[in-house]
């Protein structure tokens, strides 16, 4: 190994490096053992080497020259993964979110023409360069969250050149981005007002006329699909997202939101999670917690919409893997604040710290498909976030209101 090129960050009153701790189901509060006075060794292609004590990663490494970046002696922990946005949008839906609290339903909105098919307009009204801007900004507030990986949703154009319009403001968006953006393709949110056509034929447009092109300028590899009364139900979510999967797609979904349904597709077609879920019943848990698809709760959109919470524990202690995520959009998740969300779940769904900082990691790293991010471990990337406190646990009990003081990605400070 070069050591000249390798960095030590440290020293930090605690590491929390989530190593070790199980992919799937309940986790113990005491199976968070912070290292004490740690530091961590980065590589030039910033990968983490090693994360230890602070003082025998000096006497091992430093006489041979590395580079030391000081800390003020504070908590350091993987940076979140949020694993589901709609981050890519234009305009306000404040006048959605008076009517539901007026007494109308997101659903009932959207049928009399507001709510998804709003923002339709919206984006459809922008021009890709005015997306991409957006998509900055929002990205920028995600990172000084402590966010260092995130994925990002089409699913406001709704027509071959709106989706690939929204789709390639999301591609040149990463070429400037520190983090990694996962883009995916959410053509099938909505059967649009101006498609000529059933359900089924507007998805069968998509998949001949739109995932071609995708593939061809490489602008996604994940499908993403509502399934729900007022979007799509599941046997053409089902014959949608298998043809999706025949032609390489890996397979995410919206699931459960309102009525049961969703899960039960994505556990079936192997999906790599389902999203949502504040309409699962003990069978949809059940199904869930002994598949491989993770299933992601949005506490955000629980929150956007004055509904009830995904069971975040029921399906925990059933086995299942629980990734928790913003869900971001103009919406139903309007607050864009990821660790506030999932303190609240916390304290809703009792959800002890080791649980939830898993779901921010690398929970929510498996239901992306990505093995080297989420845990400050040896071949991980070297994304991390350090808050000013003196012990993990003030993290979640500030529900957001502190954040992180630095952040990092593969060994960059962003923040
Ligand atoms: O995850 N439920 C469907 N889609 C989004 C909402 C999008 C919107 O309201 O603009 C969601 O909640
Ligand atoms: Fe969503």
């Not at 660790?339 to 790293?365: D, H, M, P």
Request: proline share 4%; net charge negative; charged share 20%.
């Amino acid at each position: 190994m070069n050591y000249k090129n390798l960095t030590i960050y440290g020293p930090f009153v605690q590491a929390i490096t989530l190593e070790d701790l199980p992919d799937k189901g309940a986790i113990a509060m005491e199976a968070i053992v912070p290292i004490k006075n740690a530091g961590i060794l980065v590589d030039e292609k910033g990968k983490v080497v090693e994360c230890g004590i602070y003082s025998h990663l000096v006497d091992s490494y430093y006489a041979s020259a590395p580079k030391i970046k000081s800390m003020h002696p504070q908590v350091v922990l993987p940076g979140f993964i949020d694993s589901h946005t709609h981050i890519c949008f234009a305009g306000s839906r404040a006048n959605d979110f008076e009517m539901r609290n007026s007494g109308k339903s997101y659903l009932d909105i959207a049928a009399s023409g507001g709510g998804i098919w709003s923002s339709v307009q919206h984006v459809r009204n922008a021009t890709e360069e005015q997306l991409v801007q957006n998509l900055n900004e929002n990205i920028k507030n995600c990172i000084s969250q402590g966010i260092t990986c995130i994925e990002v949703k089409s699913g406001y154009g709704l027509s071959v050149v709106e989706e690939v319009k929204m789709l390639r403001a999301i591609k040149k968006a990463q070429e400037n981005c520190p983090i990694k953006i996962v883009p995916t393709c959410l053509a099938a949110h909505l059967k649009p007002k101006d498609f000529d056509g059933s359900n089924a034929e507007y998805l069968t447009y998509i998949v001949n006329e739109l995932l071609p092109i995708i593939k061809e300028e490489n602008l996604s590899d994940r499908i993403d699909i509502f399934i729900e009364k007022s979007a799509f139900s599941p046997e053409e979510g089902l014959n949608y997202v298998l043809q999706a999967k025949n032609l390489g797609f890996k397979i995410t979904v919206h699931a459960d939101q309102f009525t049961p349904g969703g899960s039960r597709v994505a556990v079936e077609v192997g999906a790599l999670s389902a999203d949502h879920l504040e309409a699962s019943g003990e069978e949809e848990i059940q199904v869930l917690a002994t598949s491989e698809t993770v299933a992601t709760a949005l506490p955000g959109a629980s929150l956007g919409l004055g509904e009830s919470f995904t069971p975040a524990r029921k399906l925990l202690d059933a086995g299942a893997c629980l990734a928790i995520a913003s869900d971001w959009n103009p919406g139903s998740a309007p607050m864009g604040q990821l660790l506030t969300q999932a303190s609240i779940l916390a304290t809703y769904e009792k959800l002890n710290a080791a649980e939830v900082f898993s779901g921010l990691c690398f929970r929510a790293a498996k239901a992306l498909d990505i093995k080297n991010k989420g845990k400050l471990s040896a071949g991980f990337d070297a994304d991390f976030q350090v808050y000013d406190v003196e012990d993990y646990r003030e993290i979640l009990y500030h529900q957001g209101s502190i954040r992180p003081t630095q952040v990092y990605s593969k060994g960059i400070s962003l923040v």
